[in-house]
């Protein structure tokens, strides 16, 4: 009998479909199990073989719990709303929604040949109005509790795609989609009060079972800055009060005695607060040049600029008058934007000192070694500050000077975050329409819950318009309605959602697909929640940091009954192309999985990309070694044909260690190692002459999650009727984890001095150590120098005394 992957694998998909083994029940005695990817756009290139490889390891995953007593739930949906959908669809002039079903069943197609065990029945598509009611109902439920919420605030404008971005969609200044420069805009926005859960979201991270660096990547994005507002009073040269205040941001309160200058941003309101009549021309140039550049230019610009505003404030600390400037170092969206210049430990602050000639004084004693150019911002001994503080480390310092200035009302404490509030507004096509209704009496009004969805309706011209509005708003059929509250004529929002909504929160709805009352009842969440392992190799902030503050709210309003919606994060390395670079159709490198399935089999192609490295390195693709598993799998074939009656015993502590080392690999996401422990057995298999029924049987099952077709295939032939994939999942005889005892000879000099009884998989040096301490071998070595020693394992243990 020949091994035929084309015949095989066909006959047990088709099987495993028919027979709904792998459909999930929701009312099961069983614990749960649930394994989900982070489910994929598609996009009308279709899959190439770097896209399964964290579905392959899912799919492992989730066959192995499954054989471990899990009721397991392992799905599959489309997050098919988006700019990228969109721009595929019209640079290819077809509709979205046609692109997109077309895009569905390409996916699926390739997906089918790969022989993965999800339960079809659950799959979802985030642009189906049957799902995308929810992600509505669900802005709605924000809208009420004022977490949603309208703006007219500049925001990231890309004007190729032609529509406002979040925060969380550039890369740097330009858009992540397309590479353009944003700008800034100001046009009438919905934003979501995502700040509001910055803390919590900060705290939970300490709860998850994540990549550090993915923890640490949250973090940073959220950015919280624990630091103080300090008041400076206005003054003239001569001391005398303007009138009014600043506030400064500054997390360094020690270092308040040097500061010899305040820097405003150029679009803070305390501009008009100080500059003084002379001043006037050059403080409204110096504000234009700023507003035309970019807050990243402005921010990693190695050329300081500023100007004068004719203004003192007066330190309150140690009343020294300083001058105030404009700089466009300084950002006005962040704290107060205005900043104390502290150029003795602030690197910024020195250039710009240097620039105009300003003093700098110091007040912490730079270490030995820290050589006159480096700005010293670390610990050390306060001075230059009074008795009563010099001396003192400089954070206690600076602790000291602010309980000083707080209680003469000079200092409060303040909290700063990097993360803003989402604009959550798209002007394009193809997302979510979001369901408010603007009406001229009662403002903006959510569309009734009753009244969901509001149907994306269909337009002549999709195309994007730089006027800020989306497609929509030329659909007046559509936009004219009537307001809910007050009944008089009314228009729609015509923006739509991001393309992040749907995936916000599309975790939950597998857990409850089809149903049409609410977005997850409360019994199968309870269930289901949370996502027991996520798998993903990108978004290591935007997706996560959103579906973290979307379930926090949901929380919030009792729809999920856990704080965080993914319990488990393993994040992949990605595949590379053979040449080494990313593969992609501009290259010419994509290698599509059905070519590879169609040569060598889908259970080889499982097993090569399980076996390629270690599951979160990236690694290049190799024809070459997809063979070394093909060849593997022919060989696990042919062992069939070597059973035999009995035991083979001498393979019986490895196949027992091989089923302990697999099973904590398989969960550990460990899978390439799994894959060489089996390897290794094989090959100890192959030199026996027969092996027994059950230890093949055995083999199969720790295999099959990898290669589940051939062991299905190879399993019915011993006589099963019930498939590998449910079968009880081995567990190792701990009594045979360890080989038995062996007594070996010691010899020196070519005669037998003793014997020691060790393992045969005792190493060389613990050999001959135990050999060593036998008083009767030691007696022998005692007579002169060793020269030579040799450990045959299982056999003898030899040394030539001199
Ligand atoms: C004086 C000082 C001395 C500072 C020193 C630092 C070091 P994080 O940790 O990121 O919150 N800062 C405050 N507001 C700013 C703004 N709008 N634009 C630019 N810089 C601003 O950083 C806080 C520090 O960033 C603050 O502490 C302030 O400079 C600066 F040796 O105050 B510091």
Same mark, same amino acid.
């Given at each position: 009998m020949s091994y035929d992957h084309k015949e095989i694998e066909e006959k047990w998909q088709k099987r495993w479909s028919e027979s709904q083994v792998f459909r999930t029940l929701d009312n099961s005695d069983k614990p749960k199990s649930y394994v989900l990817d982070m489910? /994929?756009? /598609?996009?009308?290139e279709g899959l190439h073989v770097g896209h399964p490889k964290g579905y392959i390891a899912t799919d492992v995953y989730s066959r192995f719990k499954r054989m471990n007593g899990y009721n397991v739930l392992h799905p599959m949906g489309w997050d098919a709303f988006g700019l990228p959908a969109e721009n595929y669809a019209l640079k290819n002039k077809v509709h979205p929604r046609v692109a997109v079903e077309k895009n569905i069943a390409t996916f699926k197609e390739q997906l089918s040949h790969i022989g993965f065990d999800y339960d079809w029945s659950r799959e979802i598509n985030t642009t189906d109005p049957k799902f995308y009611i929810w992600t509505q109902w669900i802005f709605l439920q924000m809208f009420k509790k004022g977490l949603a919420y309208q703006s007219n605030e500049p925001i990231n404008w890309c004007p190729s795609c032609m529509t406002g971005l979040a925060n969380? @969609?550039?890369?740097g200044n330009v858009c992540?989609?397309?590479g353009t420069e944003v700008v800034k805009k100001s046009l009438p926005q919905w934003v979501l009060k995502i700040t509001q859960y910055a803390d919590r979201m900060l705290s939970d991270l300490d709860t998850l079972q994540w990549p550090d660096y993915i923890k640490e990547a949250q973090r940073n994005w959220i950015g919280k800055s624990e630091g103080v507002e300090i008041i400076w009073e206005i003054v003239t040269k001569? &001391?005398?009060?303007?009138?009014s205040t600043i506030s400064t941001f500054t997390t360094?309160?020690?270092?308040i005695p040097g500061v010899t200058f305040l820097v405003l941003a150029?679009?803070?309101?305390?501009v008009q607060k100080t500059v003084v009549p002379g001043q006037r021309e050059s403080i409204d140039a110096y504000v234009a040049k700023t507003l035309s550049k970019t807050e990243i230019e402005r921010q990693t610009s190695k050329e300081k600029s500023g100007t004068f505003t004719g203004s003192y404030a007066k330190n /309150?600390?140690?009343e020294a008058i300083v001058p105030i400037y404009l700089a466009?170092? +300084?950002?006005? !969206?962040?704290?107060?934007?205005a900043v104390m210049g502290m150029p003795g430990h602030d690197a910024r602050d020195r250039e710009f000192a240097t620039l105009f000639n300003l003093p700098t004084l110091f007040t912490t004693n730079i270490p030995e &070694?820290?050589?006159?150019?480096d700005i010293y911002s670390g610990e050390g001994k306060q001075i230059n500050t009074g008795e009563e503080y010099d001396g003192l480390l400089n954070i206690e310092a600076g602790e000291k000077i602010f309980a000083h200035l707080k209680e003469k009302g000079k200092a409060h404490t303040r909290t700063l975050y990097r993360i803003q509030d %989402?604009? =959550?507004?798209? #002007?394009?096509?193809w997302g979510e329409p979001i369901p408010i209704i603007h009406c001229p009496k009662d403002g903006a009004v959510g569309?009734?819950? $009753?009244?969901?969805?509001?149907l994306l309706p269909e337009v002549e011209s999709y195309e994007p318009s730089d006027? !800020?509005?989306?497609?929509?708003?030329?659909?007046d059929s559509w936009v004219q309605t009537t307001c809910p509250?007050?009944? !008089?004529p009314a228009k729609r929002e015509t923006n739509t959602m991001p393309q992040w909504a749907g995936s916000? %929160?599309?975790?939950?709805?597998?857990? $409850?697909?089809?149903?049409? #009352?609410?977005?997850?009842s409360a019994q199968l969440e309870k269930y289901?929640?949370? +996502? @027991?392992v996520y798998v993903g190799g990108d978004h290591a902030v935007r997706h996560l940091i959103y579906a973290r503050f979307w379930h926090k709210f949901l929380f919030d309003i009792g729809? +999920?009954?856990?704080?965080?919606? =993914?319990?488990r994060l393993e994040f992949l390395g990605f595949i590379l192309a053979e040449d080494g670079r990313k593969m992609s159709k501009r290259y010419g490198n994509v290698i599509n999985p059905n070519d590879v399935i169609a040569k060598y089999g889908a259970d080889a192609f499982r097993v090569y990309e399980m076996f390629?490295?270690? =599951?979160e390195n990236t690694v290049a693709w190799s024809t070459a070694s997809i063979e070394g598993t093909t060849r593997f799998i022919e060989r696990v074939w042919k062992?069939?044909?070597?059973? !035999?009656?009995?035991?083979?015993?001498?393979v019986e502590t490895l196949l027992n260690q091989t089923i302990k080392k697999v099973s904590n690999d398989i969960e550990s996401f460990k899978f390439n190692t799994a894959v060489s422990h089996l390897m290794i057995l094989m090959n100890a298999f192959e030199k026996k002459e027969s092996i027994s029924t059950r230890q093949y049987e055995l083999f199969l099952q720790l295999l099959s999650p990898f290669a589940p077709h051939v062991t299905d295939e190879l399993w019915e032939r011993?006589?099963?009727?019930?498939?590998v994939h449910v079968s009880k999942w081995p567990s190792p005889d701990e009594n045979k984890l360890q080989a038995p005892l062996v007594s070996i000879g010691v010899q020196v000099n070519g005669k037998v001095r003793g014997t020691v009884t060790l393992?045969?998989?005792?190493t060389k040096e613990e050999a001959l150590a135990l050999a060593k301490t036998d008083p009767g071998i030691a007696r022998w070595l005692?007579? &002169?120098?060793?020269?030579k020693e040799v450990y045959v394992p299982g056999r003898i243990i030899s040394f030539v005394v001199i």
């Amino acid at each position: 009998m020949s091994y035929d992957h084309k015949e095989i694998e066909e006959k047990w998909q088709k099987r495993w479909s028919e027979s709904q083994v792998f459909r999930t029940l929701d009312n099961s005695d069983k614990p749960k199990s649930y394994v989900l990817d982070m489910f /994929p756009y /598609p996009s009308g290139e279709g899959l190439h073989v770097g896209h399964p490889k964290g579905y392959i390891a899912t799919d492992v995953y989730s066959r192995f719990k499954r054989m471990n007593g899990y009721n397991v739930l392992h799905p599959m949906g489309w997050d098919a709303f988006g700019l990228p959908a969109e721009n595929y669809a019209l640079k290819n002039k077809v509709h979205p929604r046609v692109a997109v079903e077309k895009n569905i069943a390409t996916f699926k197609e390739q997906l089918s040949h790969i022989g993965f065990d999800y339960d079809w029945s659950r799959e979802i598509n985030t642009t189906d109005p049957k799902f995308y009611i929810w992600t509505q109902w669900i802005f709605l439920q924000m809208f009420k509790k004022g977490l949603a919420y309208q703006s007219n605030e500049p925001i990231n404008w890309c004007p190729s795609c032609m529509t406002g971005l979040a925060n969380e @969609d550039l890369d740097g200044n330009v858009c992540e989609r397309c590479g353009t420069e944003v700008v800034k805009k100001s046009l009438p926005q919905w934003v979501l009060k995502i700040t509001q859960y910055a803390d919590r979201m900060l705290s939970d991270l300490d709860t998850l079972q994540w990549p550090d660096y993915i923890k640490e990547a949250q973090r940073n994005w959220i950015g919280k800055s624990e630091g103080v507002e300090i008041i400076w009073e206005i003054v003239t040269k001569e &001391g005398s009060s303007m009138g009014s205040t600043i506030s400064t941001f500054t997390t360094r309160t020690d270092t308040i005695p040097g500061v010899t200058f305040l820097v405003l941003a150029p679009e803070s309101d305390y501009v008009q607060k100080t500059v003084v009549p002379g001043q006037r021309e050059s403080i409204d140039a110096y504000v234009a040049k700023t507003l035309s550049k970019t807050e990243i230019e402005r921010q990693t610009s190695k050329e300081k600029s500023g100007t004068f505003t004719g203004s003192y404030a007066k330190n /309150p600390f140690t009343e020294a008058i300083v001058p105030i400037y404009l700089a466009d170092y +300084v950002l006005a !969206g962040y704290g107060t934007g205005a900043v104390m210049g502290m150029p003795g430990h602030d690197a910024r602050d020195r250039e710009f000192a240097t620039l105009f000639n300003l003093p700098t004084l110091f007040t912490t004693n730079i270490p030995e &070694g820290i050589t006159d150019k480096d700005i010293y911002s670390g610990e050390g001994k306060q001075i230059n500050t009074g008795e009563e503080y010099d001396g003192l480390l400089n954070i206690e310092a600076g602790e000291k000077i602010f309980a000083h200035l707080k209680e003469k009302g000079k200092a409060h404490t303040r909290t700063l975050y990097r993360i803003q509030d %989402w604009v =959550f507004s798209r #002007q394009r096509y193809w997302g979510e329409p979001i369901p408010i209704i603007h009406c001229p009496k009662d403002g903006a009004v959510g569309v009734p819950e $009753d009244q969901l969805p509001v149907l994306l309706p269909e337009v002549e011209s999709y195309e994007p318009s730089d006027t !800020g509005e989306s497609p929509l708003a030329s659909i007046d059929s559509w936009v004219q309605t009537t307001c809910p509250q007050c009944g !008089g004529p009314a228009k729609r929002e015509t923006n739509t959602m991001p393309q992040w909504a749907g995936s916000s %929160w599309y975790y939950l709805r597998f857990m $409850d697909t089809h149903n049409d #009352q609410s977005a997850v009842s409360a019994q199968l969440e309870k269930y289901w929640g949370p +996502v @027991d392992v996520y798998v993903g190799g990108d978004h290591a902030v935007r997706h996560l940091i959103y579906a973290r503050f979307w379930h926090k709210f949901l929380f919030d309003i009792g729809l +999920v009954s856990t704080q965080e919606p =993914f319990a488990r994060l393993e994040f992949l390395g990605f595949i590379l192309a053979e040449d080494g670079r990313k593969m992609s159709k501009r290259y010419g490198n994509v290698i599509n999985p059905n070519d590879v399935i169609a040569k060598y089999g889908a259970d080889a192609f499982r097993v090569y990309e399980m076996f390629m490295g270690p =599951f979160e390195n990236t690694v290049a693709w190799s024809t070459a070694s997809i063979e070394g598993t093909t060849r593997f799998i022919e060989r696990v074939w042919k062992l069939a044909e070597r059973l !035999g009656e009995s035991d083979a015993d001498a393979v019986e502590t490895l196949l027992n260690q091989t089923i302990k080392k697999v099973s904590n690999d398989i969960e550990s996401f460990k899978f390439n190692t799994a894959v060489s422990h089996l390897m290794i057995l094989m090959n100890a298999f192959e030199k026996k002459e027969s092996i027994s029924t059950r230890q093949y049987e055995l083999f199969l099952q720790l295999l099959s999650p990898f290669a589940p077709h051939v062991t299905d295939e190879l399993w019915e032939r011993l006589g099963k009727t019930d498939s590998v994939h449910v079968s009880k999942w081995p567990s190792p005889d701990e009594n045979k984890l360890q080989a038995p005892l062996v007594s070996i000879g010691v010899q020196v000099n070519g005669k037998v001095r003793g014997t020691v009884t060790l393992s045969p998989e005792a190493t060389k040096e613990e050999a001959l150590a135990l050999a060593k301490t036998d008083p009767g071998i030691a007696r022998w070595l005692e007579q &002169g120098r060793v020269e030579k020693e040799v450990y045959v394992p299982g056999r003898i243990i030899s040394f030539v005394v001199i």
